[in-house]
């Protein structure tokens, strides 16, 4: 609701050369994603000694605190520390994940991760048109006013409503096993599947700033109509990712993860190639869907393996890794995207990341064969830990 207007909410701060205003939107877009890599590892460790659910609560609460400032400061300089501050306080999809990895069955994470990521593409989908329609009947402070509410409610929905079967007990009792950071690091598949998602996220983020003006481009340079292509072909793409995330979730639930980690990369990379071979923006739609209908399966497939790779008790530590790395990716790519665009032209971001997209299929295939065995290998392991456990128990009562 808030993130789209930043540059003009810049420009009512007082900054009025352009210039200026691009480079302090720069610096209030990325401020608080490279906070948020910094902090979420200590966040996620905090979510295993004292509960997931708080840390939810934690950057709801959080969120509603800074967006609420944000509507209320006066210069430029205190819009960016409330950034920074919500870089730290927040994280609230991070949060989330961790706290569903951690309560439902394991072999059902591919779909509840795959509806985790249809509810976040619906909310990125329809939060700038509203905060649009907001911005323009009410003026530009209203967008972070309406969205700390929202927050508030959500915050208030998980405290009252959540319950989590959470053991402060169980972290002391895995014996050593992932009890800190640098053994969730240490286990077997997880950096593989880390990088993975760094790799997923660095080529999905790469033509994020190259899309607005690649649609004026070919849309013949008309700035207003180029605005509303945009717009369109940004909500439609998050609606087909939507309706996919939670279908291929469940899919990866039956076929193995691996398997449609595999094929989404691939068709992925497959459907953004012709991107950059697209002479209008109704044949830039059709293969923006069909990019955003197979992609929205990667990230779910990815987090449900992770799920399997690591022990209950150390959802919140792996989470908050993979939240630095998300950042990062999410940082760095549109970076690299617009310094290849200056470089050598609009459309050949979009070749490199279907070309990207098919290079991580390619691992992918190569790599998971020997993941899943380990994986296997591990369960059946815990499985025999467990009723031995079950045993000495039952025996200690009896």
């Not at 459309?347 to 993941?371: E, H, K, N």
């Amino acid at each position: 609701m808030c993130i789209p207007f930043l540059p003009p909410f810049v420009r009512e701060l007082g900054v009025r050369d352009e210039s200026a205003v691009l480079v302090w939107s720069g610096w209030l877009s990325t401020a608080a994603g490279l906070v948020m890599a910094l902090t979420a590892p200590m966040w996620g460790t905090l979510a295993d000694r004292h509960g997931r659910k708080l840390m939810v609560m934690r950057s709801m609460f959080g969120s509603v605190l800074v967006l609420g400032g944000m509507a209320y400061v006066h210069s430029v300089h205190e819009l960016l520390a409330l950034r920074m501050l919500q870089g730290f306080l927040s994280g609230t999809v991070a949060a989330s994940v961790a706290l569903v990895s951690s309560v439902v069955p394991t072999h059902r994470a591919g779909f509840a991760l795959g509806l985790m990521h249809t509810a976040t593409y619906v909310g990125h989908s329809f939060g700038p048109g509203i905060g649009g329609h907001l911005a323009y009947a009410y003026g530009l402070r209203v967008p972070f006013l309406c969205a700390a509410c929202a927050l508030l409610v959500g915050g208030m929905v998980t405290a009252l409503f959540v319950r989590e079967d959470f053991d402060p007990g169980e972290l002391r009792a895995c014996g050593g096993q992932a009890g800190t950071v640098r053994q969730v690091l240490q286990l077997k598949g997880f950096l593989v599947m880390a990088g993975l998602l760094f790799a997923v996220m660095f080529s999905g983020s790469f033509v994020g700033p190259i899309l607005p003006l690649y649609v004026e481009q070919l849309a013949g340079g008309a700035p207003g109509a180029a605005t509303k292509l945009t717009g369109n072909i940004l909500a439609l793409g998050g609606l087909a990712a939507a309706i996919s995330a939670t279908i291929l979730g469940r899919l990866g639930d039956r076929l193995g993860y691996g398997r449609v980690l595999a094929i989404c990369t691939l068709l992925t990379g497959l459907t953004l190639i012709p991107h950059a071979y697209v002479h209008t923006p109704s044949q830039l739609l059709f293969w923006r869907l069909l990019s955003s209908f197979t992609g929205a399966g990667t990230i779910p497939a990815t987090n449900a393996l992770i799920r399997h790779i690591i022990p209950r008790h150390a959802c919140g530590k792996a989470f908050g890794l993979t939240q630095t790395l998300s950042c990062l990716g999410w940082g760095f790519g549109p970076l690299a995207g617009g310094a290849l665009a200056a470089r050598f032209g609009m459309a050949m971001p979009f070749l490199v990341v279907g070309l990207g997209f098919v290079a991580i299929a390619a691992v992918v295939a190569w790599t998971m064969p020997g993941l899943m065995r380990s994986i296997a290998a591990a369960a059946s392991v815990a499985g025999a830990a467990g009723a031995e456990r079950a045993r000495e128990e039952a025996a200690a009562g009896g």
